[in-house]
């Protein structure tokens, strides 16, 4: 080893002795560096030192609409007023059967007070079968075979039905009836085999108030009404 091999020895020997005591030694319990970008809030936002991190946030769901309920005084508005015998029964339906909507039974009694009268008129049993109760039926049919009996026929066209009303609802058990006034306007006659009239005027309108009752059973799957009740106001 020569002279100069020494000298450079030496002088790395002293040059690693001095970054020593320059940047000391690592013993695992330093401080991690101050990220001074990091605590940087954005322009017009409070420096809360939180860090935000990489990656897709995940916003909050957007908050419920709040679902006006109606009161219960105004559930069957333009039916029937808060507290009536039939305020009260339409509560009962309702409580049994939820899909219960009186309006829309309404429609369909409108529509079915028509099909009845005019079966009945043209003695289509068929028809009548399906839309009345066994009971109706049958004093139904005890006219059809009076008027075929005496060979009569009875002619029916309606003018206008004028309103159709609830004016009763009751819950028995698990049946729920609806008694409706309808109020229309017809015309009704018949004739016998010779063609003579019998009963009623070709020419006239008459002003016909009907009560009726229809039912159903809330457990069962049909949501059909039948006839199960009639009469007449004078």
Do not use: C
């Not at 000391?24 to 935000?52: C, H, I, K, M």
């Not at 559930?75 to 309702?94: C, F, H, S, V, Y």
């Not at 018949?190 to 159903?216: E, L, S």
């Amino acid at each position: 080893m020569d002279i100069y091999t020494i000298i450079f020895l030496a002088l790395a020997v002293f040059i690693f002795l001095r970054l020593r005591n320059v940047l000391g030694q690592r013993t695992g319990s330093e401080r991690p560096p101050f990220d001074r970008a990091a605590r940087n809030p954005l322009p017009g936002t409070p420096d809360s030192g939180v860090v935000p991190m990489p990656g897709k946030v995940i916003d909050q769901p957007p908050p419920i609409p709040t679902v006006e309920v109606t009161p219960p005084t105004d559930r069957w508005k333009g039916l029937t007023e808060p507290g009536t015998t039939l305020a009260q029964g339409l509560d009962a339906i309702a409580a049994q059967d939820s899909s219960f909507d009186p309006k829309h039974f309404l429609s369909g009694a409108r529509s079915a007070y028509e099909m009845i009268v005019l079966a009945f008129a043209n003695g289509d049993r068929r028809a009548l079968r399906d839309l009345l109760s066994s009971e109706v039926y049958d004093s139904f049919e005890t006219v059809i075979k009076d008027r075929e009996k005496h060979e009569q026929k009875t002619e029916t066209r309606f003018v206008s039905i004028d309103k159709a009303e609830l004016v009763g609802a009751e819950l028995r058990d698990r049946v729920a009836q609806l008694t409706v006034r309808f109020v229309s306007q017809m015309i009704s006659v018949t004739r016998d085999k010779a063609g003579t009239i019998v009963d009623g005027n070709p020419d006239k309108v008459a002003d016909i108030t009907d009560i009726w009752t229809f039912a159903r059973d809330t457990t069962s799957r049909d949501p059909n009404w039948k006839l199960v009740g009639t009469g007449s106001a004078h």
